[in-house]
């Protein structure tokens, strides 16, 4: 059974940052991509971020390129979402994600950026 584990969300202020978690069961990170996904009120979901340690690839949506980190730590099986340089417009729930849209979800973390 995969469960996807987010964590780390919180209200901060414009210019802070976050740090977002992910911890994995039945499933290896380092075997399946993982990404971040997230959805602000009225918007479509937006991939900010993905990671495969398989393949050695990463990649991030333009919004957060640069401000954004995401990380693997495979020993505890868990993925993590560097935030820095926060912006309201990041404002959003944030969901990890494996798979694609059917594949398998977290349930999801409140990221509120405050101007």
């Known amino acids: 059974d995969v469960q996807l584990q987010a964590s780390g969300g919180g209200l901060v202020q414009a210019g802070g940052s976050l740090r977002l978690s992910c911890a994995a069961s039945g499933l290896s990170v380092d075997a399946y991509g993982i990404g971040w996904v997230r959805q602000a009120p009225g918007l479509e979901r937006e991939g900010v971020a993905c990671?495969?340690?398989?393949?050695?690839?990463?990649v991030y949506a333009d919004s957060v390129q640069g401000r954004f980190t995401i990380s693997t730590n495979n020993a505890n099986n868990t993925v993590f979402l560097q935030m820095n340089s926060l912006k309201p417009e990041d404002t959003a729930v944030y969901y990890c994600?494996?798979?694609?849209?059917?594949?398998?979800w977290g349930q999801g973390t409140q990221v509120t950026v405050s101007s």
């Open positions: 990671v495969s340690s398989k393949h050695g690839t990463i």
């Open positions: 994600n494996s798979g694609g849209v059917s594949g398998f």
